[in-house]
């Protein structure tokens, strides 16, 4: 069995996950990518082979809770109990709360949370056997303030920031720590998709904040990680929002979120993006 460390990414094979898996690389880690998507997973492999790291890529939908059981134990028989377990897969389905279908719900929450939750409940065995380890959950500014046009994705995200708030305490005592994470707004492949078809009253709130690169994101959780943060906020806007979401969000919706939806509302009904 390998002697470096393992980390353990889902959701690794782009975006977020994949800048994270090239900075842990660097640092000597074995890896086990898991993602849906076997050319991208492929290509994720080929990219960080060259810098010599050892990867281990399996096709996975994080949904499925065997699947994800199977691919964890192998992942484990050939690199041990993983010491980074990096929960990162998510899908945004953007839209107005009356306009979206039933699925719209259904398929962010299975993803986003049971996903986090069939992941963690796969590698906690061994990592718990060990006494050993950091779990990383990646939420979302949107699991700190519910914002129009996200009703079917904040909720997953609220629950991600949950489960990691409930899991720091019973899991310090077993040598284990946890950490969740709340990027902003990320240049990756998900978020170019989804301002094609997010509300335009959700790009005009959204329209403010800087986007921030999958490589800052993933630097501000790798130092997180090794400073052995509990609450990793990249970007100033995020630290703030982290610290005082409290008293922010409202002042936001008040001041902020409510006057540019009701001049915008009775403009366009709060549709979708312009084309």
């Given at each position: 069995m390998a002697s470096n460390p393992?980390?353990?990414?889902?959701?690794?094979?782009?975006?977020?996950?994949?800048?994270?898996?090239?900075?842990?690389?660097?640092?000597?880690?074995?890896?086990?990518?898991?993602?849906?998507?076997?050319?991208?997973?492929?290509?994720?492999?080929?990219?960080?082979?060259?810098?010599?790291?050892?990867v281990r890529v399996t096709p996975t939908d994080v949904r499925d809770e065997a699947a994800v059981g199977d691919a964890v134990a192998a992942a484990i028989a050939e690199h041990g109990a993983p010491d980074l377990l990096v929960a990162s897969a998510g899908i945004v389905i953007p839209g107005v709360f009356k306009q979206l279908p039933a699925a719209a719900f259904h398929d962010t929450m299975t993803t986003n949370y049971d996903g986090t939750l069939n992941l963690v409940r796969a590698a906690l065995p061994a990592m718990l056997a060990r006494r050993a380890g950091r779990i990383v959950l990646v939420s979302s500014g949107a699991g700190l303030i519910g914002l129009y046009g996200y009703t079917a994705y904040a909720p997953t995200k609220f629950a991600v920031r949950g489960l990691a708030e409930a899991l720091r305490g019973e899991l310090k005592p077993e040598g284990i720590a946890v950490s969740i994470v709340?990027?902003?707004?990320?240049?990756?492949?998900?978020?170019?998709?989804?301002?094609?078809?997010?509300?335009?009253?959700?790009?005009?709130?959204?329209?403010?904040?800087?986007?921030h690169s999958a490589e800052e994101v993933a630097d501000a959780i790798l130092k997180g990680v090794e400073s052995g943060r509990f609450t990793i906020a990249p970007g100033w806007e995020m630290g703030l929002l982290n610290?005082?979401?409290?008293?922010?969000?409202?002042?936001?919706?008040?001041?902020?979120?409510?006057?540019?939806?009701?001049?915008?509302?009775?403009r366009d009904g709060g549709g979708t993006a312009p084309g």
């Open positions: 393992h980390a353990l990414i889902s959701g690794g094979s782009s975006g977020i996950g994949l800048a994270l898996a090239h900075r842990l690389a660097a640092k000597g880690y074995a890896l086990t990518l898991l993602a849906r998507d076997p050319a991208r997973l492929s290509e994720a492999r080929s990219a960080l082979a060259k810098t010599g790291a050892t709340y990027p902003p707004d990320t240049d990756t492949p998900q978020l170019r998709e989804e301002v094609q078809i997010r509300p335009a009253i959700t790009s005009k709130i959204a329209g403010g904040a800087r986007v610290r005082l979401h409290s008293l922010l969000g409202p002042l936001l919706h008040r001041f902020s979120f409510d006057p540019v939806i009701a001049k915008m509302h009775g």
